[in-house]
């Protein structure tokens, strides 16, 4: 295969997804410490394209800071009962949860990515009974 000088000079557009609702899987999760000192949660999305094909990588942050986020990420994923209950959402409850994201773009230190609009819980992931662990 012929590599062309070209390439280098494309963006990762062909791995951007326009606006819109995706499904998507919590690839890791991890506990640690904003830059302000709060507890945080570093999100990576598996996110699929919606027609059968790739998967990419969206990252997030859950920090007490955006309460609406953290509560619309826990019902979209199946984990509502941590906020009608004032449970404890840790890192590890995090992992291999599944749910609908709406995504859009922006423009970060001239780069285009995709970027987490807001978790969809219309139709949140129902977690089986007894069953509150990821794997």
């Known amino acids: 295969m ?50 059968g094909g790739a998967k990419i990588f969206v990252y997030d942050w859950l920090t007490p800071a955006f309460k609406k986020k953290v509560v619309d990420f826990c019902r979209c994923v199946g984990l509502g009962d941590l ?3 004032s449970g404890e959402l840790t890192a590890e409850r995090c992992v291999q949860r599944t749910g609908v994201v709406h995504l859009n773009q922006e423009e970060y230190e001239g780069t285009k990515r995709n970027r987490v609009d807001r978790y969809d819980y219309d139709n949140p992931q129902k977690v089986p009974e007894g069953d509150d662990m990821p794997f």
């Open 2 to 51: 012929q590599i062309n000088k070209d390439w280098e000079t494309e963006t990762d557009s062909l791995f951007l997804l326009p606006e819109g609702k995706y499904d998507f899987e919590v690839a890791e999760a991890i506990a640690g410490t904003s830059r302000k000192g709060n507890e945080m949660i570093s999100l990576t999305l598996h996110v699929h394209d919606g027609k």
């Open 83 to 85: 906020v009608d209950n």
